[in-house]
């Protein structure tokens, strides 16, 4: 059962890798299993049995969850672009809370000095945000297909997959690579996922190594620099509305993404037993 259990798990995060607004990583953080699935994979050739059995049913949700949303998102923000952005924009905001609760951890600690953090991270991805127009142009127009790029770009995504917070998609949107990586999903272009996939597992490979030293070592500041990743990425996803009668369908939208991670973490997240399973080390 908890094999069945554990793919869908993995086909929610399929979708967070290529869903706007949505960090795999925080649906890893919700679930209960980031930490664990971060020492199962930096130990595959260590111990191979053990972490292939417990990676197995979410490589097979994750796959699922690529394939299925690939199509769906590619319609969706071609129709509906404001909505799709709206909604997503929620699912950011609504993701926060669950990375508060995982940088107090067990202990609940917090130091107003983490804030600091958060503050730095926030202003960098803004800045980041405020220069992506003029760095999207630059290479949409010179080298946004070229294999060399799309390793690059993939490369880049591995933040979004193993940082909870950062939400791979909106990264790609910063390179100007988003439509072309969801094109390549809903196609099976290989031309662009082969390139892109390259780059993808040497950049997770890199930053689980690194990431798996901050939390041991800095815990609590880089879950509240991860914040303010998060928190200044809804500015590459704001949409362009008016206020009038007719943005009380935005409003709903914004609502229920808000909702959302808050939802998923209530009925399918970890439970009291397995958060203290997996931080006691």
Do not use: Q
Not at 17 to 42: H, N, Q, R, T, W
Not at 57 to 72: R, S, W
Not at 241 to 261: K, R
Not at 262 to 277: D, L, N, P, V, W
């Amino acid at each position: 059962m908890d094999f069945v259990f554990n793919i869908f798990k993995g086909i929610a995060i399929g979708a967070g890798a290529i869903l706007p607004g949505i960090s795999s990583g925080v649906l890893c953080v919700i679930f209960g299993i980031y930490e664990k699935m971060i020492d199962s994979i930096l130990s595959i050739f260590k111990d191979f049995k053990k972490s292939f059995l417990y990676l197995l049913p979410f490589i097979i949700g994750i796959t699922i969850g690529v394939v299925l949303f690939g199509n769906i998102l590619k319609y969706l923000f071609s129709s509906f672009e404001n909505a799709s952005k709206t909604l997503f924009m929620g699912l950011i905001l609504g993701s926060i809370p669950s990375l508060i609760k995982e940088a107090k951890g067990e202990n609940k600690s917090f130091k107003l000095h983490y804030l600091i953090y958060t503050i730095i991270t926030f202003l960098i991805g803004f800045i980041l945000f405020r220069l992506e127009g003029n760095i999207s142009n630059f290479i949409v127009s010179n080298a946004d297909t070229s294999f060399s790029f799309l390793i690059f770009a993939g490369f880049v995504m591995s933040i979004g997959i193993v940082v909870p917070g950062v939400s791979s998609t909106v990264l790609l949107m910063c390179l100007g690579v988003y439509y072309t990586y969801l094109s390549g999903i809903a196609t099976l272009n290989f031309n662009i996922l082969i390139p892109m996939g390259i780059g993808l597992v040497i950049g997770s490979v890199i930053f689980l190594i690194l990431i798996k030293f901050l939390l041991n070592r800095f815990h609590n500041p880089t879950y509240y620099s991860i914040i303010g990743f998060a928190m200044s990425s809804i500015f590459v996803l704001m949409p362009n509305i008016s206020f009038d009668s007719g943005s009380i369908i935005y409003f709903i939208l914004f609502s229920i993404g808000l909702y959302l991670p808050f939802g998923i973490e209530k009925h399918f997240g970890r439970t009291k037993e397995t958060y203290k399973k997996y931080s006691k080390k």
